[in-house]
């Protein structure tokens, strides 16, 4: 996931790309992009990654967005996240939080210490935790010998 | 009853006369046994190997009581012990050549134990007492190889207790030496002397009069149903109905009751299933596989360990709404569990309305649902691709070109749209564009992304008949 901490001043991003983590203080960011006709207010762009020079787009969820279909997957918390980004950006910038293509505010509180008990951050994916940690780690020695994985 | 003499008032009984009183009755009592058969050892006198230590002799039970030819009583009390090493007339019994043998019989005889000496009227000395006795005999017959060496003949006035082999080196005489075919053993009755009442018989010849014949007909007859119960036994065909032939059933398996009912039975069952051996060639290979209700939930259609590996354990689950192909998977009846915890699980899932491709890529022990799934929705409205759920990233290709097409310094703008592969299970909450060869045209921004696909848009200022472009990656999430 590429949103993997919020705090009150900064968001840390971990670039999908190159796996570098940015920290981006939120003051520095803004809500929507274009202008004009061709203004879009449900986009959060960040700036281009330090490493590798990608833009990552955060992306609020539409109008009528049913339930995630996974609650509780890391596409679950992430959506969270953004949209929570999205909401307290918004309201700095003194949106509204309503209407079509317009600011709304993110998830509640409620719903965000339900899911994020330990503070906005993502959790380390189960895959993640499963990643070898050197050469000797015995799964990799596991699927060398053919006994692992596949 | 016997001849007798009557001696008279004033006889002067001589010592001749008063023997021929004891003689006549002593010839009428051994009348009587030869009259009636009484020939042969009684009981007793039965040989075995000298014990404690076996030698070159054989011990005789007592007590041992016998009839020679001419009546006399032959009897001992105590056990006897036979010297086989020599015979009555001393000479050696030994083998000599090796491979040869000889044989040895071993007789008893009547005899008289004299004693009590008196002294007569003629100053002579003689013995009053002359008691019934018996003596063993122990006779041999020629050296000759094993097997062809002749046995002594029998004696008139003696009776064959037993015959003994003798070989070549030998030290010990043991039960294999001991040979009882000959042995003069008494005889109460001839079973041709004894009569029989065979008016009643069902399946010996009425015909027979004595116990002879009547064993002799049942000899007959065993012979004959042991020749036919042979002949049935090796029948190749038409035995033995099977339909008289009983099944035990201990374990309660069959609803017959004869074996051709259970065989009737088992390849009724097994020929639902498979092709039967008279049924020409496949003998033994599956028909259609039909199974009936099986449970309810989600119960195990198939399995197979394929070539032992846990993790390609192969498995097939149905229940109200799809069949399930799985690896390293089965359900245990709340989660899936893995056979190896080492390796990934993996599978599809069909059903009327949809098909899923499923991984699971976490390892877990067991777990409720597969990590990762692709479903193809048929029914659905939109249906012409797959649908990813679980932690999905996508990678694609993304270009923008455009042109200045006037002839002064102008605002070009360049747009589209990118279709995702598989339809997301949410829209997505971060794009990623990374760049691969960009001109003078700067990173598209992203708007009205989607479930299936998301807009690009990016704008240039270019000199009159400039060109711009960006080609690059996306990466998104959801």
Same mark, same amino acid.
């Given at each position: ?150 | ?233 090796? &029948?190749?065909? !038409? $035995?033995?109905? %099977?339909?008289?032939? =009983?099944?035990?059933? @201990? #374990? /309660?398996?069959?609803? +017959?009751? *004869? ?70 998977? &089965?359900?245990? !009846? $709340?989660?899936? %569990?893995?056979?190896? =915890?080492?390796?990934? @699980? #993996? /599978?599809?899932?069909? +059903?009327? *309305? ?125």
């Amino acid at each position: 996931m590429t949103v993997a901490e919020l705090s009150a001043t900064e968001l840390v991003q971990a670039c999908v790309v190159c796996g570098a983590q940015n920290r981006l203080p939120l003051a520095t960011l803004r809500v929507g992009l274009g202008e004009g006709e061709e203004r879009r207010t449900s986009t959060v762009a960040l700036p281009p990654c330090a490493s590798c020079g990608a833009s990552e787009f955060l992306l609020r969820s539409p109008e009528g967005e049913p339930p995630h279909p996974a609650p509780g997957s890391p596409g679950h918390l992430h959506r969270l996240l953004v949209d929570h980004l999205y909401g307290r950006l918004a309201l700095a910038e003194g949106g509204d939080g309503g209407g079509p293509g317009r600011p709304r505010p993110g998830p509640s509180d409620e719903e965000l210490r339900r899911w994020f008990p330990g503070g906005l951050r993502m959790p380390p994916s189960k895959a993640e935790a499963l990643r070898p940690t050197g050469p000797d780690d015995p799964l990799l020695r596991a699927i060398a010998a053919g006994k692992g994985r596949g | 009853m016997a001849d007798r003499v009557d001696y008279y008032f004033r006889q002067k009984v001589t010592e001749a006369e008063l023997d021929l009183g004891f003689e006549l009755l002593e010839r009428a009592d051994r009348n009587l046994a030869a009259d009636i058969g009484l020939f042969g050892i009684v009981s007793g006198a039965v040989p075995a190997p000298h014990s404690p230590l076996p030698g070159l002799s054989v011990d005789l039970t007592a007590p041992a009581r016998a009839y020679d030819r001419a009546g006399q009583r032959v009897f001992f009390g105590t056990g006897q012990t036979v010297d086989c090493s020599v015979d009555h007339n001393g000479l050696p019994t030994e083998v000599t050549a090796a491979g040869n043998e000889r044989w040895l019989s071993v007789f008893l005889r009547f005899s008289r134990s004299l004693s009590d000496p008196r002294t007569d009227g003629n100053s002579q000395q003689v013995l009053f007492r002359r008691d019934e006795s018996f003596e063993l005999v122990v006779r041999q017959g020629p050296e000759a190889p094993a097997g062809s060496a002749p046995r002594p003949l029998l004696e008139e006035a003696e009776l064959l207790v037993c015959d003994v082999r003798r070989t070549a080196g030998q030290t010990q005489i043991v039960g294999t030496d001991l040979d009882l075919t000959r042995r003069q053993a008494f005889v109460f009755a001839p079973a041709g002397a004894v009569l029989v009442v065979a008016g009643l018989w069902k399946a010996l010849a009425t015909t027979a009069s004595t116990v002879q014949q009547a064993l002799d007909s049942a000899d007959a007859l065993l012979a004959q149903q042991g020749g036919r119960l042979g002949a049935h036994l090796e &029948a190749a065909a !038409g $035995a033995h109905a %099977a339909s008289a032939v =009983a099944v035990a059933d @201990a #374990g /309660g398996l069959l609803n +017959a009751a *004869h074996v051709e009912g259970a065989l009737a039975e088992i390849l009724g069952a097994f020929g639902a299933g498979h092709v039967r051996a008279n049924e020409g060639a496949n003998a033994g290979l599956h028909r259609a596989i039909r199974q009936p209700v099986l449970g309810a939930g989600r119960v195990l259609l198939f399995e197979s360990g394929v070539t032992g590996a846990n993790e390609t354990r192969l498995r097939a689950y149905g229940d109200d709404g799809s069949v399930w192909v799985t690896f390293n998977a &089965a359900w245990n !009846g $709340a989660a899936w %569990a893995r056979d190896t =915890a080492s390796f990934y @699980a #993996g /599978g599809f899932r069909f +059903a009327r *309305h949809e098909f899923a491709f499923l991984h699971d890529d976490l390892l877990a022990p067991a777990f409720a649902d597969f990590a990762k799934q692709w479903t193809l929705r048929m029914n659905a409205e939109v249906n012409s691709g797959f649908e990813t759920s679980g932690a999905v990233r996508e990678v694609g290709r993304l270009g923008l070109h455009t042109r200045n097409p006037t002839l002064a310094v102008a605002n070009a703008t360049a747009g589209g749209a990118v279709t995702f592969r598989s339809r997301f299970p949410a829209t997505p909450s971060s794009i990623t564009l990374a760049p691969k060869a960009s001109f003078k045209l700067p990173t598209p921004s992203v708007f009205e992304a989607d479930r299936d696909g998301f807009g690009v848009f990016a704008h240039a200022s270019l000199t009159a008949d400039a060109v711009a472009y960006w080609h690059g990656t996306y990466t998104a999430v959801a």
